[in-house]
T-cell receptor
C-alpha cells in the first residue's frame, strides 16, 4: 500500500493567490482528516470527513479555507485568498473506521509558504 | 474539552541512556483513545501505539514501552537504550469516542528528543 499521498510536497505562493492542496487516502479507509502544524499552535485538526461527508469543520480557521471530498479516494483543501499567516505544514490523514479504535495514518505533508 | 500536555519540550540524552517522555491528558469522556506518534527530521508522522481507556495494561515493543495510568491521567513513553535514530519529536494524542468523533486527534505540544552519540 502506498500510504496517504499528498501533493504538492512544497508550495510557495504569493499573498492573495489561491492554493489547493490534494490528498489521496489509503484505499478502503473511510475517514479522512486535515491537520495543520505550526510552531505557534502545534498540530491542530482542521476538518474531518467520514464516508466523504464533512462531520466536523470547527477547526477551519476562517472562510478563506474550504475542503472537499468528492469521492472516497480524493480530497482537497483550498485557501483563497492565501495570507502569510497560512504558512504551515498541512497533513492529511486517513483511518479505517470512524471510531478511535483504529489509528490514523498520515501523509508526508505539504509545506506551504505564503510570501 | 480534551487536552494533552507534554511538559517536556526538549530532552537531550547520550546514546544508550533510557529516557521517559511524559504525557498527561484531560477528558470528560469515559471512553477514549491515546496515541503516540513520532515525527523524525524528515517530517512525516509515524504511528507508534494506540491504547483505549479500558486497557491499562502496559505494553512493551522492543526498546519501547508505554505506561498508562488512569489514576494520574498519564500515558508515558519510555525508550530503553536510546539510539541516535530515536532522535525525533514525539507527540502524544487523544481522541474521544463520542458523537462519531472518529480519530479526531488532540495533540500535545510534542517533546523533541535528541540522542547524542
Amino acid at each position: 500500500d502506498a500510504g496517504v499521498i499528498q501533493s504538492p510536497r512544497h508550495e510557495v505562493t504569493e499573498m492573495g493567490q489561491e492554493v489547493t492542496l490534494r490528498c489521496k487516502p489509503i484505499s478502503g479507509h473511510n475517514s479522512l482528516f486535515w491537520y495543520r502544524q505550526t510552531m505557534m499552535r502545534g498540530l491542530e485538526l482542521l476538518i474531518y470527513f467520514n464516508n466523504n461527508v464533512p462531520i466536523d469543520d470547527s477547526g477551519m480557521p476562517e472562510d478563506r479555507f474550504s475542503a472537499k471530498m468528492p469521492n472516497a479516494s480524493f480530497s482537497t483543501l483550498k485557501i483563497q485568498p492565501s495570507e502569510p499567516r497560512d504558512s504551515a505544514v498541512y497533513f492529511c490523514a486517513s483511518s479505517l473506521a470512524g471510531t478511535g479504535d483504529t489509528e490514523a495514518f498520515f501523509g508526508q505533508g505539504t509545506r506551504l509558504t505564503v510570501v | 474539552a480534551q487536552k494533552v500536555t507534554q511538559a517536556q519540550t526538549e530532552i537531550s540524552v547520550v546514546e544508550k541512556e533510557d529516557v521517559t517522555l511524559d504525557c498527561v491528558y484531560e477528558t470528560r469522556d469515559t471512553t477514549y483513545y491515546l496515541f503516540w506518534y513520532k515525527q523524525p527530521p524528515s517530517g512525516e508522522l509515524v504511528f507508534l501505539i494506540r491504547r483505549n481507556s479500558f486497557d491499562e495494561q502496559n505494553e512493551i515493543s522492543g526498546r519501547y514501552s508505554w505506561n498508562f495510568q488512569k489514576s494520574t491521567s498519564s500515558f508515558n513513553f519510555t525508550i530503553t537504550a536510546s539510539q541516535v535514530v530515536d532522535s525525533a519529536v514525539y507527540f502524544c494524542a487523544l481522541s474521544e469516542a463520542i458523537n462519531n468523533a472518529g480519530n479526531m486527534l488532540t495533540f500535545g505540544g510534542g517533546t523533541r528528543l535528541m540522542v547524542k552519540p
